[in-house]
């Protein structure tokens, strides 16, 4: 049965087609669409019902316009920058410092390490913030690579960015750096960093082995300690992988509460068959109805699937999440949708503060109106920052391949990856490659 | 009808009870919400006890704590 129509693309040579998604004899919804040249190509886009799917879909329409948007040529996805048809203005923005990494993953959307150009200069980089601000900054700050931590000015590079008045920076690490040098994690955090964001796979060495390619387990911990005893906030984040650490999601979550308040969340982001994958795209890849029902299989039913939403400031489709308080004895009661989550935002700002809220580790808390010199609210002040700590985010993102990108889910992307040659490109589209592992925009 | 003042703001930019006449000053107050107290400090009138709540906190972290209390 015909769902709707949307474009796509061929996933060996990225020319632009119609597309269809309907259900399938199954009942789970698929793409299908017809290169000329190469056929026809059919993608399951979400293992669950007809019903699932619709009502999965938020009511949020309200469009955003990128601020001076990019003139473009041969439209969308080809030349992103961002341009008039793109739905958001943005709200985390990834520069990345660097592509040398010091480790050689075999899975690495950026193929990191391969080519490694030269670092990003510190003139580029500060063209990069003046840019992002002059396109509707301040955003939130991904800083991203490669392996960012590589470059020993990196506290300088957030200095900068807080200078220019940048106020949420997060930083996508391995964590190896803040595992191996005490203090490193304390430097980062004076500089003005907020979050790490670490890429934090399971929960045993085999499966680090298989998609990082050395054991290291113990460097994640040993990362983790070092993050809480300086204040930042910690975001777990497993890439999701059939058979590799699928089973793992009850006991990732179970570990990520363990470690409140230092952890604020774990941000799942089932593997995305492009850069550098060395493993065979499943036919049935994980989408989010499957990722929901292992999260509830595998709490036994503590965290349920119908806890969750679809994002509302990006696609539905493109994310999910939940937030829940935990109680003095240990339980946990899920917040209600509207507060938390992003289905209460209308659009990219209200979706960048919620999750420089979630995210932030202690001593950041949001700042009021100034009081008068004879108000003194402290006890307010420790309750606020007590029901903050106290509040988990479960959320994950599927990013799109070559073989299920919906152009409508593209056009309401809010992530950006942030390059010179281009402005502002939507992480999907820049990590878009075709079969032969060629990609339109990255170098 | 016409909002009822309780307080006054004198030319020095001080505040001042209007039905006491006095300046207010710091004294120890509490927010009673939904069985939690939160000893706060804030301008009081020595004679009646009137209390000055400035609208910044009121509509700012009192209206957070409520939400929090709430799940709002």
Redesign the interface.
Known sequence: MLIGKTQSVCPQCLRLLDAEKHSGDDGCIYMTKTCPEHGKFTSLIWEGDLRSYLQWSSENTKNEAPVLPKMTDKGCPYDCGLCAEHLRKGCCMLLELTNRCNLRCPVCFASAGEQAPADLSMEEIEKQYDFLMAHGGPFNIQLSGGEPTVRDDLPEIIRLGREKGFSFFQLNTNGIRLAEEEDYAEKLKAAGLDTVFLQFDGLDDSVYITLRGKALLAEKLRAMENCAKAGLGIVLVPVMVPGVNDMQVGDLLRFALEHMPSVRGIHFQPISYFGRCGLDRPGRPITIPRMLRLIEEQTGGVMKAADFSGGGAENPYCSFHASY?KRKDGSLKL??KK?GSCCCCTGSDDSREFVANQWSGSGSKAE??????????S???E??EQ?RLNTFAVSGMVFQDAYNLDLERLKRCYICEVDSRYGLVPFCAYNLTDTEGRSLYRR | MQDKNYYTIDPEGK?KCMKCGVA???GKAK?MYLD?G??????VCPQCGFVYV?E??AL???L??E??LE??
């Open positions: 308080m917040l209600p507060s009021f109106a100034a009081d008068g010199e004879m108000t003194e609210t006890a307010l002040d309750f606020l029901a | 505040l207010l000053e710091k927010f939690n939160f000893p706060v400090e804030l301008p400035p910044e906190l700012g972290k009192v957070s704590v939400k929090a799940d709002k």
